[in-house]
């Protein structure tokens, strides 16, 4: 069974940073690829970003591309997220999935394990 934990959540102004952390209890963090989700009230989940297990390749949505970074420091089997450049769309409950052996999907039907989600809120 794998734990995933997200924090870093938080209230931001337009054109604001947040950085989203996914701490990991599992021993075989490297066999995983990982992806962030967003959920916005009203909406489908959808797909933000994902990085392979060794952190060599990395995929956006277009809608995040040039502003969000995916990263992974697996001697510390943590996932970030650094969001820059915030738009109020970017409203959400921003999810963290682990996919065992994976490629870095872009489908959500294809990761293992979620955490319980952080709110990141974009307002003035």
């Known amino acids: 069974q794998v734990s995933l934990v997200e924090s870093g959540g938080g209230l931001v102004q337009p054109g604001g940073s947040l950085s989203l952390s996914c701490v990991a209890s599992v021993d075989t963090f490297t066999q995983y690829a990982f992806g962030w989700f967003r959920q916005a009230p009203g909406k489908e989940r959808e797909f933000v970003a994902a990085?392979?297990?060794?952190?060599?390749?990395?995929f956006y949505a277009d809608f995040v591309k040039g502003r969000f970074t995916i990263s992974r420091e697996n001697a510390k089997k943590m996932v970030l997220l650094q969001m820059n450049a915030l738009k109020p769309e970017d409203t959400a409950v921003y999810y963290c999935?682990?996919?065992?052996?994976?490629?870095?999907?872009?489908?959500?039907?294809?990761?293992?394990?979620w955490g319980q989600g952080t709110q990141v809120t974009v307002s003035a």
């Open positions: 999935a682990a996919d065992l052996y994976g490629v870095g999907d872009r489908l959500a039907q294809n990761y293992d394990y």
């Open positions: 990085i392979t297990w060794s952190g060599g390749t990395t």
